[in-house]
């Protein structure tokens, strides 16, 4: 009988489950839920700041013209913060809707995050690149320093590099926070009394 009871304990879930067929949602989560919208919002008005200071950026004096469109990566830039623009708006407006969380909408969210996180991280990595040759140059290739003849082309793309910067910082969070919610609704082992004992592995809630 004891060692029956031993089995029934390490194979039950965790109360409170977050599974597929999740009930009302829980007091803690009702509470940190609106925390979270305002912090997938917040990327949203990043994102469309830093795609329109980069989209303006354009200069043109007796040395030439130079638009961020003649670079990759600031094209790059004003791609991937679009691109999250629209999922931060996406995803707040689903956060905000009150529904359980489910162990696939946790998978779902977690994905989507950590996608966006990456993909943002990257563009302002490779535009923070461009940055430097352009403010000090690559004498191993002959390439000068851009930034004393186009200053305002410079200092207008490093703004718009470090807001979206800001925006990384907020995907991070949030990666953590989907992270920690798709993680949480797992059981750990419990460990196994005896050497005969059958040790059941903890499902997911």
């Known amino acids: 009988m004891s060692k029956m009871a031993d089995e029934k304990v390490m194979g039950a879930p965790a109360s409170g489950g977050g599974g597929e067929d999740a009930g009302e949602l829980s007091p803690a989560e009702a509470r940190v839920r609106p925390l979270e919208t305002l912090l997938r919002a917040a990327p ?100 000068s320093e851009a930034c004393g003849v186009f200053g305002g082309f410079c200092r207008q793309a490093k703004t718009s590099v470090a807001i979206t910067f800001g925006s990384v910082l907020c995907y991070i969070v949030l990666s953590l926070i989907s992270s920690y919610r798709l993680f949480s609704a797992y059981d750990a082992p419990v460990p196994s009394h005896g050497n005969k004992g059958v040790e059941i592995a903890a499902f997911p809630r």
């Open 44 to 143: 949203l008005g990043l994102c469309v700041a830093a795609m329109a200071v980069m989209l303006r950026d354009t200069q043109t004096n007796e040395y030439g013209t130079v638009s961020y469109s003649d670079l990759g990566g600031f094209k790059y830039l004003v791609y991937a913060n679009g691109l999250c623009a629209a999922y931060s708006l996406v995803s707040a407006f689903y956060t905000a809707v009150p529904r359980p969380a489910t162990l696939s909408r946790s998978w779902i969210v977690f994905l989507l995050d950590q996608v966006f996180t990456y993909l943002i991280l990257a563009a302002g990595a490779a535009s923070a690149e461009l940055l430097y040759l352009a403010y000090n140059g690559d004498k191993e290739v002959t390439w």
